[in-house]
C-alpha cells in the first residue's frame, strides 16, 4: 500500500495573534519595508518636506486631507509593492518574464500615484499663492529649520553602517529641530506627521543595526 501524503510543513508560530500583537507585526512590516526598498526612503523624505511645508504654511482643511492622504497612500502603495515583490521571488525561483512584469506593473502604479501627488502639490500651491507668498516669514524659519531636519531623517534611513552615536546624534538633533519647529506651527496635524516620521527613521536605523550585529546562521 501506498503511504498516505505527508502534510505540508506549517509556517512556524508568530508570537502572539492577539490585538496588539497584529499592530506588532504591521509595524514590523513597515519598518522592514523602510529598510531594504530604497524608494520607501525617497518617499519618506518626500513625506518629511510636505510635512514642513504644511506646518508651514496656513491651508485649508481639504487642501490638509489631500496632502496627508496622498502621502499615506504612497505609503500603502509602496508596502504593498514590496509585499508582491517578495511573494513574485517566493513563486518563482527563475527568471520568468511574467513575474517581471507583474513587478514592473506594481511599480508603475507606485509611480503614477507619486507623480499625481506631485502634481496636485503643485495645485495646492499655486491655488494657495496669496497665502504663500503672506508667509515669507514662516517659510524663512522652516527652511532653516526644516534642510538640517531633513539631514538628520537622511541619515537615520541610509543604509550605510556608521557608529552608534551617528544615529544617536541624528535622532536627538531631529527631536529638538522638531521641538523649535512645533512652538510655531500652522497646523500641529502636519507637525504631529513630521514627528511620526521622525520616529519611524529612528526605529528603522535601530532596527538595521540589530539586524546587522545579530549572529548570522
Known amino acids: 500500500m501506498n503511504a498516505p501524503p505527508r502534510p505540508p510543513a506549517s509556517f512556524p508560530p508568530r508570537n502572539g495573534s492577539g490585538l496588539l500583537a497584529s499592530f506588532g507585526h504591521a509595524w514590523a512590516g513597515l519598518i522592514h519595508t523602510v529598510i531594504y526598498q530604497r524608494n520607501m526612503r525617497v518617499h519618506l523624505i518626500a513625506a518629511v518636506l510636505v510635512g514642513l511645508v504644511g506646518s508651514g504654511i496656513a491651508l485649508g482643511l481639504a487642501e490638509k486631507v489631500t496632502l496627508i492622504f496622498c502621502v499615506l497612500l504612497i505609503f500603502f502603495a509602496e508596502i504593498l509593492n514590496s509585499a508582491l515583490e517578495h511573494l513574485v521571488d517566493l513563486a518563482v525561483q527563475q527568471f520568468d518574464e511574467k513575474a517581471r512584469l507583474a513587478k514592473d506593473a506594481a511599480a508603475a502604479g507606485v509611480l503614477v500615484l507619486a507623480l ?66 512645533a512652538l510655531e506651527t500652522a497646523s500641529s496635524v502636519f507637525s504631529a506627521l513630521t514627528a511620526g516620521l521622525l520616529f519611524v527613521a529612528g526605529a528603522a536605523a535601530y532596527q538595521r543595526r540589530r539586524e546587522q550585529a545579530a549572529p548570522r546562521a
Open 116 to 181: 499625481g501627488t506631485v502634481v496636485i502639490f503643485a495645485a495646492i500651491l499655486v491655488h494657495n499663492w496669496d497665502t504663500v507668498r503672506e508667509s515669507t516669514d514662516a517659510i524663512v524659519r522652516q527652511v532653516a529649520l526644516g534642510i538640517p531636519l531633513t539631514a538628520c531623517v537622511l541619515v537615520l534611513v541610509h543604509p550605510r553602517p556608521r557608529p552608534l552615536w551617528v544615529d544617536v546624534a541624528a535622532f536627538a538633533a531631529g527631536s529638538g529641530l522638531m521641538a523649535f519647529q
